[in-house]
C-alpha cells in the first residue's frame, strides 16, 4: 500500500491516479480536501503516526513549499514545512518501517557545471536548494531503506494553471506578451505524467538510495521559449537575454542539469520528449489549437 504525502498537488495528483489505475492500494495525505488523512506540514505532524494504516509499505514525499523567493523571503517558516516537518513525519516512517521516497530537487547543487551524477558534492546556492539538501543528508544517515528523487522542471500536459516554465511561457504568448528568455540557463523540462510511471519502475526493482528522474533533453529558457513560439507563429516575441538580467530576490543557478544514466540503466524507462507533448499540450489550449502552424 502506498501513502502520498501531497496528493493535491500536481505530482501528488498525476500519481495517485496511476497508481490507482495500475490496481494498487493508495492512501492520500493533503492539508487539502477529500483527503483520506488530514496532514498540514505547515504544522506539526502530531499523532499522524497512529492513523497511517498498518498496511502502507512506502510513502512518497511530494509536498513541499517549492517557490524559491518565497523560501527566500521567510527562510523560517518555509523550513519548517520544507525541513522540521517533513523530517518529523520522514522519522515517523522509517520507525513503522515504511520507505520513504523523498521528492528532491536539482537545486541541491551549485548549478555552474551541469550535468550532475547522484554522488556529485552538493553546493545549493538557494534557500529552497539548502532546505532539499537538509532533509535528504537526514535520509543519508539512516540505516533503513529509502528512496530520493532528484527531479527537473516538471509540466503538465493539460492543466493551463501549469507554473512550469512552458505553462508560463505559453500564457505570455497567448497573451501576446514579449518573453525575455535567458540564453545562459539550462533546464531539463520534464512532463509530470512521466514521473508516476519512473516512480513504479523504481519500486518495483526494490532500488534504494538516490536517483536522478528528469528528462534527458537539455534546453536554454531561449531555446524553449523559440521552440514554443514557433509552433504557433509568434517567434517575434522571444527576446534573449541574460539569466542575471532578472532581478530575482535571490540569484538563479546557470546549469542544474542532471545525469540521468543511473537510473535509466536501473528501470530502461524512456521518458517522453516535449516533441512528442507539444501536440497535446497546444491541443489542450483552445487559442492554439487551431493555429494554421500547428500540425
Not at 22 to 29: D, F, H, P, W, Y
Not at 237 to 266: K, T
Request: charge should be negative; hydrophobic fraction near 35%.
Amino acid at each position: 500500500m502506498l501513502l502520498i504525502v501531497g496528493s493535491n498537488g500536481l505530482l501528488g495528483r498525476h500519481v495517485v491516479n496511476y497508481f490507482m489505475a495500475t490496481g494498487e492500494s493508495v492512501i492520500c495525505a493533503s492539508h487539502g480536501s477529500g483527503a483520506d488523512i488530514r496532514l498540514d506540514l505547515r504544522m506539526p505532524i502530531g499523532d499522524v503516526a497512529n492513523i497511517i494504516p498498518e498496511h502502507v509499505t512506502h510513502a512518497l514525499i511530494c509536498s513541499s513549499v517549492t517557490n524559491i523567493d518565497a523560501c527566500y523571503r521567510d527562510p523560517e517558516g518555509t523550513r519548517r514545512f520544507n525541513v522540521t516537518h517533513t523530517i518529523d513525519l520522514l522519522q515517523v516512517l522509517l520507525n513503522r518501517s515504511i520507505q520513504p521516497i523523498f521528492c528532491s530537487s536539482d537545486l541541491v547543487f551549485k548549478g555552474d557545471i551541469g550535468n550532475y551524477h547522484e554522488d556529485d558534492p552538493r553546493h545549493p546556492t538557494t534557500e529552497y536548494g539548502r532546505q532539499k539538501q537538509t532533509v535528504e543528508d537526514f535520509l543519508l544517515n539512516q540505516e533503513k531503506p529509502f528512496l530520493i528523487i532528484r527531479m527537473s522542471k516538471l509540466y503538465s500536459l493539460f492543466e493551463r494553471d501549469d507554473p512550469s516554465p512552458i505553462g508560463q511561457m505559453l500564457n505570455a504568448l497567448r497573451d501576446e506578451t514579449v518573453i525575455r528568455c535567458a540564453e545562459d540557463q539550462i533546464i531539463c523540462p520534464t512532463c509530470v505524467v512521466d514521473i508516476p510511471h519512473a516512480v513504479n519502475l523504481l519500486l518495483r526493482s526494490k532500488t534504494t538510495g538516490v536517483y536522478h528522474v528528469a528528462a534527458p533533453q537539455q534546453y536554454t529558457r531561449f531555446t524553449l521559449g523559440m521552440r514554443l513560439a514557433k509552433r504557433v507563429g509568434l517567434e517575434h516575441l522571444v527576446q534573449g537575454c541574460s539569466i542575471r538580467d532578472f532581478h530575482f530576490a535571490e540569484p538563479r543557478p546557470f546549469d542544474n542539469s542532471l545525469n540521468v544514466s543511473r537510473f535509466l540503466s536501473a528501470t530502461g524507462f524512456t521518458f517522453t520528449t516535449l516533441e512528442e507533448n507539444l501536440p497535446r499540450i497546444l491541443g489542450s489550449r483552445e487559442e492554439f489549437a487551431s493555429s494554421n502552424v500547428f500540425p
